[in-house]
């Protein structure tokens, strides 16, 4: 099970920390993804880490959010730093054991998701 955590309001530029936990899968095994989703939009990915630790990122987030993985804690994040309006969706963390990590159909496991407001 994955379970998400660390969503809430906050205001433009302000920072937020998102914690993904593992329980019952050794994270450092899969490769981990943040995807968020905004009311009548699609599930889009925000960022994503390799087993190996090679990270990818929309273009969207690129200079403001960085992902990394704490495999001692079992453990993925998402710094989301300067955030925007823009930024407010759900967000979730999903594991794949492999396959594009752009696409929703690679991921094996989701969480619930966090919800994430960002007020102008």
């Known amino acids: 099970q994955l379970q998400a955590c660390g969503g809430g309001l906050v205001q433009t530029g302000d920072s937020l920390r998102l914690s993904c936990a593992a329980s019952?899968?050794?994270?450092?095994?899969?490769?981990m993804g943040w995807y968020r989703q905004a009311p009548g939009k699609q599930r889009e990915l925000v960022a994503a880490?390799?087993?190996?630790?090679?990270?990818v990122y929309a273009d969207s987030v690129k200079g403001r959010f960085i992902c990394s993985r704490d495999n001692a804690k079992n453990t993925v994040y998402l710094q989301m730093n300067s955030l925007k309006p823009e930024d407010t969706a759900v967000y979730y963390c999903?594991?794949?054991?492999?396959?594009?990590?752009?696409?929703?159909?690679?991921?094996?496991?989701w969480g619930q998701g966090t919800q994430v407001t960002v007020s102008s």
């Open positions: 019952g899968r050794t994270v450092s095994r899969y490769s």
């Open positions: 999903a594991a794949s054991m492999g396959g594009s990590l752009y696409a929703t159909t690679s991921y094996d496991y």
């Open positions: 880490i390799t087993s190996g630790g090679t990270t």
